[in-house]
């Protein structure tokens, strides 16, 4: 098996805090394979219900911004990855590529370069030749973003990820300062393109495609067993 086959992971629709539980399980699983002969790497691919997510930087979002974000119907979550305050919700793909970065390059700068030229290709697939970086993380199109990245790291093997808007109500943005970038706003793939609303569904197999590319891996469908064995634990939460 070669170090660079990575494993797509569909979760499908998962709370927050589901999605980080299966992570972690998903890490354990890649850390202890440091050969990368048996499950290589695993990119989870889901999409979350409303969630407030606040990163190592709080940036003010204490209890009592917790409390006013909690009666708008969303979670709030405080996580370990790095950035700011940002929204999760339906119609956003989630990307979190658990990835053993010595079977890539072990630098945090490249991965996260990577992850940035890979939401850039997807873009220019649709005809958004003006998706860029700039010195604040993520994807933008002129002053909006389009995709917010934040990642976690221990000992090469990553997590957290990213999350591009495809159709998703940016509505939700208006009651945050996303992360912690005054003047500056959101965008989504649906509000660039007009008449043409790219679904989840529709949109994730570019996004395949243009990661497989960036990141010179090989992706392979995880095997249903091994995929079952992740996902049952997650579950187990309340639907809610």
Not at 67 to 75: E, F, K, P, S, V
Not at 208 to 233: N, V
Request: hydrophobic share 35%; aromatic share 8%.
């Amino acid at each position: 098996m070669s170090s660079r086959l990575v494993h797509v992971l569909r979760a499908g629709k998962l709370s927050y805090q589901q999605g980080i539980r299966l992570q972690a399980a998903v890490v354990d699983r890649v850390r202890n394979d440091e050969t990368a002969t048996r499950t290589g790497h695993i990119l989870i691919l889901t999409e979350h219900k409303p969630v407030y997510t606040v990163g190592i930087r709080t940036g003010g979002y204490g209890a009592e911004e917790e409390r006013r974000l909690l009666a708008l119907g969303a979670d709030f979550v405080r996580t370990n990855r790095g950035g700011l305050i940002t929204f999760h919700g339906p119609g956003q793909l989630v990307a979190y590529p658990v990835l053993n970065l010595r079977h890539f390059q072990p630098s945090v700068r490249w991965y996260v370069c990577h992850l940035e030229r890979t939401i850039i290709e997807l873009c220019r697939r649709y005809g958004l030749p003006g998706a860029r970086t700039t010195p604040d993380t993520g994807v933008w199109i002129d002053d909006r973003k389009i995709c917010a990245i934040g990642i976690h790291v221990s000992r090469y093997v990553t997590s957290h990820g990213l999350a591009l808007n495809c159709d998703n109500d940016l509505g939700w943005f208006r009651h945050i300062v996303p992360c912690g970038l005054t003047g500056k706003g959101v965008t989504s793939l649906a509000q660039e393109l007009g008449s043409t609303r790219p679904s989840i569904a529709t949109v994730t197999p570019d996004f395949l495609r243009c990661f497989s590319d960036t990141f010179e891996c090989e992706l392979t469908e995880m095997d249903e067993t091994l995929q079952r064995e992740l996902l049952d634990p997650s579950r187990s939460e309340s639907a809610g």
